[in-house]
């Protein structure tokens, strides 16, 4: 997507250990027109996939699920750090690994909101090293829903979820692949510029 | 606002402690189409207050935030927890206690996001005791910006925070006004039904 690219290009930041920042239009401030085209991409590339649920994880995830579930016309159910959640109902639940392995969360979706009849899009602003996905992957497959599709914002093709994803044999849509980031020159390449040499 | 109390009545659950959950339409499972309809409300409500930006935090605030802020066609920035902040730039920073006072998060909104130019609404789901909004007032005026109104979907009025804000002087306008939850019945009632007695 020629258009986010440009964003990333123009307002990304490139920051040690290979972290791109996109605070400025994605995940700190939300260019909520931006998020409509994010959204109508993502509606368009799973149409027909009988998608009835967008499934992701607080926080920076719910805008973009937000953005394509309407455009779906179908509820979003965003999993919930454990800690946020005063209920004693069954859950679902995952441990996620951060970014860098240096923390864990355990993150978890009430069973009432995920069943057989479900066939779920999951959505995320990142993918990076794919943990918080497998996490997400994990739970609605146990309740027995199917995973449709994984439909990202910027995946980071220089970390290995993406890959490894795919070769699951998931149908993973990312509208921006970042191939690599220079924190010292600031400098971004995506994979859409190698298809077209 | 008629439909949102009729959902909050036939999908909120009162929990111990007046803890009323509205996790099966609002702030874990989202309705899109309701979320819509709150965000054309909250719209219309602070047309020509020449908001130029929606404040919000993660993570329940960000769905209604984006709901309003399209609407309004303005940027939203949402406050982050502190620990998820990999930033060194500067920040504005605010504890806000949980309503249970067991637990306080510190929350960030970096500087440049924020500044004298800025008429800006904040915007949340839930407001009970009022420290997460009182947080955000105080980081929007730091930066010198304007708080033109604070719009909340869901205030319960059994909670000091509605009355301590409208006394310090803000617009605040809140879709729903819960006035009792019974844990034990599970009965709920609204503001609004004693206008209409």
């Not at 909520?32 to 920076?60: P, Q, Y």
């Not at 600031?186 to 510029?193: L, P």
Request: hydrophobic letters at 40%; one cysteine or more; glycine letters at 8%.
């Amino acid at each position: 997507m020629k258009n986010l690219e440009q964003r990333i290009r123009n307002q990304g930041v490139v920051c040690p250990g290979g972290i791109l920042q996109v605070d400025r239009f994605l995940n700190h401030q939300i260019d909520v027109a931006l998020l409509d085209e994010l959204g109508a991409e993502l509606c368009r590339r799973f149409a027909g996939a009988g998608i009835n649920k967008v499934v992701t994880v607080e926080s920076s995830g719910i805008a973009v699920a937000c953005a394509v579930a309407r455009q779906l016309r179908v509820p979003v159910v965003f999993a919930r750090k454990k800690r946020n959640i005063p209920w004693t109902a069954p859950v679902y639940q995952a441990n996620v690994e951060s970014s860098t392995g240096s923390t864990s969360n355990r993150i978890a979706i009430a069973k009432e909101l995920l069943g057989p009849e479900d066939h779920v899009l999951i959505v995320d602003d990142i993918l990076a090293n794919g943990y918080t996905l497998q996490g997400l992957i994990s739970m609605v497959e146990s309740a027995e829903a199917t995973v449709e599709g994984l439909g990202i914002v910027i995946e980071k093709a220089f970390q290995e979820g993406g890959s490894r994803l795919r070769n699951l044999g998931y149908r993973l849509e990312s509208l921006a692949i970042v191939e690599s980031a220079d924190e010292r020159t600031g400098e971004i390449h995506f994979a859409s510029e190698k298809e077209t040499m």
